[in-house]
């Protein structure tokens, strides 16, 4: 009826827009900063998790992980149906995932949000390049349960597609366009990922083009539901209060419904070639929003850990990485600053993102560049080197620590099909990246020379 | 760890970006459409909700409502102190009410979130122009509820402000004012809080200035801290399954042991008397994005049922109202108008909200003013009023549907000091509005003719 804190809450949305979903993310993005010093230890002995996997009748790849501390159960379904799958019709996975409980079966958006809301229970739909995610959380108490559990499986297999909520979710989407159009920010990445892929799936923001939007029927939709909500495209992951039965039969209950059908296409690999590299985009702004970067690596990359552990001492630590120490505390031309790679299914970017005022955004473009080339000349210190790993080592157990923290690394590892004993070597891993990796890692992946620059709120293209 | 979804949830977060904390907004925002069709009916013998009501020794308003059905916990704590009580120091109730949950005694904010997450409890902390409030969400499994009142007491009353959280806020406040002031929406509703309040606590942004921002200390929010976080200045609201003598063991925990204090002082009545009356604020867009109106009412104000009711046909309703029909369907100028009073401490706003192509923005105005004046003029029809009541009275229901509602409202008659029965009566005095009482207070209350308008987009002030 009122969504509560809504308004108020979006203060703290502002830092990190990128219109990926939290997967694409998930070990991507800087961390937060880990303060306490933690040894570096071999991993135990025994699995990180007891990650239980199988596969449904209709071709769902399922993972589950008993906890049974809190009364509780997470479960997360992803399908490989996020923007990168729609081929031209740009907007139209965003659209069809919005709708998903926005209406289904003889249920409106209104009473769809009653239910769960009466229930305790947590309902969440989004989609970004990747995938598209439908998540729930319910209390174990068996009556409560089953009835979160009826609900969100009617949401998955059985979206109405309703005319009402269709005008409504279509005016939110067209809204939420212009919204984007008008943030220095999404400017900004929008610029930059049109810059890096031209053509490619990843080109394109996934909430697409007004006049795409506003051409989109109930059965385009429909199509690009019934093409790509299917088993064999469904990754479902559940961790909670249940046992292995109970699993088993929550996942056939929740997605078996749905036909087989055939898992969506793997895209091809992504070239690097930007027709412009240097592109300004005129803002009325006094703060210039800058985006830094070119083609990085995908989820399976065999260099992912030199290049994750390297990006911690280069812009990922918060507060001690090199670009926010030159950048920021040297120089103060920015008030915070920091690269990542967004590994994907292919080639996602790498990214050196910061925002400073106009009159200083030269200079913070050619401190960053510089600061990059440093480090990919010279690798990281060997005390710098210690220092990422005891974090990053050091952080590993907080990903642990709460039931929403283990859905989402173990919906990454199976969506991306990253090997199940993964969190069982990630510190050993970790532990053994060397300087000298780094640093061929990064001269292989990177190039400041060949980078494209954004930025957004120079003006007149000064 | 990583934040999940907040990126891609903010999309639709954008179409009501009000910075007003969501009790002033509770029963004034246009409902969402209810569509079953409910029978008036008197309200049924005995209360709506068993409130009971206390005080702490330390002078702190309790109210607690067992809701038996799940076992979860919800408790919401107001101050009064919101941003109407921070005087010249623009935004330092805001970034008071943000440094909550950033460190407690010898709690990090790291540490903070990891021990919710790990309890499975939701924390969160908002301000806006009447209150800053605390939330909790626990489950009442005894020990994890322990745990989290444990630390949800730590935080409430042992903020510690450290120096690092308040720099990382900071950053993040200063960013968040940025986005804002580029942000068409925010920039609309800034300028019309401004015209319609001027130098009255209501008339600037919650989120307050940069220069002010950057010039607070650790020990200016310290200060504001100890003055407005005390007893008898707080409400606190208990709903879920525990007993009375537990809500009041966790009343006394989580607030009794603050120092009893004063209570905010009261705000003088806001006049109205705006120097400009119509603001055009250049904005590179396609649309433009228009605010209508005036001062409206307090909480408690005598003709709140018939303004409210009588909004419903205005522009509350979805789909139904008359601005939407007239200024949407059949004049294709916008996607979507409301019109809504937001009642607060003292009187809050009447706004007419809405967007369009900035080439039929000066007649998307003139369209809407000329409804707000007819509406004035004649009224509501019997038809239309009918259809408003049956809507409110059949959504009713709604609001106590589930635990997170109830908190909201009962926090919402505890801030506000309405009558404990208003819930018993509030179906009642919805039947009770008569079309002529509607007329009436309508044309008490507004005039078209002296409205502010503010339109943000229109190129060059055209």
Known sequence: MFNKNSSVKSIFIVSVAFLVSSYEAAFAASDTAIMQL???VADKQGPVLPIQHWQTQNGASVYFVPEHQLPILDIE????????QEGANFGLANFTNSMIGQGARDLTADQIANRFDSLGAQFAASSGRDMAQISLRSLTEPTVLDQSLQTFTQVITQPNFATNSFGRV???LLQALLQEQQTPSDIADNAFYSAVYGNYPYGHSPLGTSAKIKRFTPNSLIAFYRKFYVGSNATVSIVGDISQEQAVNIAKQIVGGLPTGTSAPSLTNATYAPKEKNITIPYPSTQTFIRIGQLGISRTDPNYFPLYVGNYVLGGGVLVSRLFKE????????YNVTSYFIP???????IASLQSRTSKS??????????IQSFIDKGPTQAELDAAKQNIIGGFPLLLNSNAGIVDLVAMLGFYKLPLNYLDTYRTNIAAVTQSQIKEAFSKQLDPKNMVVVAVGANNGA
């Not at 379904?77 to 990168?84: H, M, P, R, T």
């Open 362 to 371: 030269t200079e913070a473009i050619q401190v960053t560049q510089q600061v």
């Open 344 to 350: 994907m299914k292919t080639d996602g970017p790498f």
């Open 170 to 172: 279509k005016n939110q």
């Open 38 to 40: 933690v040894p570096v």
């Open 77 to 84: 379904v992803l399908f490989n149906a996020g923007s990168a």
């Open 327 to 334: 950048v920021r505390d040297q120089r103060g031309l920015t």
